[in-house]
Nanobody, 125 residues
Framework: QVQLVESGGGLAQAGGFLRLSCAASERTFSSYTMGWFRQAPGKEREFVAAISRLRSKTLYADSVKGRFTISRDNAKNTVYLQMNSLKPEDTAVYYC??????????????????WGQGTQVTVSS
C-alpha cells in the first residue's frame, strides 16, 4: 500500500506561483507513474499533469500547459508540481496519484491506484 502525502498548497494571488510536493512512502517509488489531479467545488476531478517513471515523458492538460511543470526526484520519493502564472480558475483541491501499471502516463483518474488526501490551492484575483 503506497501512502502519498501532499504539501505546499495555500493562498496565492493571480499571476503568482506555488510549488506542490507529494511524498511517497514506497521505496519502489520509481516503479510508479505519478500524476496530479484537481477538483474544484461542484466540479469533477480533472487531470492536471503526469510524469513517467524515469522522467522521460510528461503529459499536461491543455489548461495548464506552459504554466505548470511536473517533476520528480526518485531518490527522495517525491513528485512536484510547480505552478506559475496562477489564475483564479486554478483554485481547487490538488491530489497526487500513483499508477503502478506499465505504459505511458495516463490522463484518466480511474487508471491510478493510489491517492493522497489532497491539498487546497486558492488563487485570488
Amino acid at each position: 500500500q503506497v501512502q502519498l502525502v501532499e504539501s505546499g498548497g495555500g493562498l496565492a494571488q493571480a499571476g503568482g506561483f506555488l510549488r506542490l510536493s507529494c511524498a511517497a512512502s514506497e521505496r519502489t517509488f520509481s516503479s510508479y507513474t505519478m500524476g496530479w489531479f484537481r477538483q474544484a467545488p461542484g466540479k469533477e476531478r480533472e487531470f492536471v499533469a503526469a510524469i513517467s517513471r524515469l522522467r522521460s515523458k510528461t503529459l499536461y492538460a491543455d489548461s495548464v500547459k506552459g504554466r505548470f511543470t511536473i517533476s520528480r526526484d526518485n531518490a527522495k520519493n517525491t513528485v512536484y508540481l510547480q505552478m506559475n502564472s496562477l489564475k483564479p480558475e486554478d483554485t481547487a483541491v490538488y491530489y497526487c496519484a500513483a499508477d503502478y501499471k506499465l505504459g505511458e502516463p495516463r490522463r484518466s483518474s480511474s487508471e491510478y491506484d493510489y491517492w493522497g488526501q489532497g491539498t487546497q490551492v486558492t488563487v485570488s484575483s
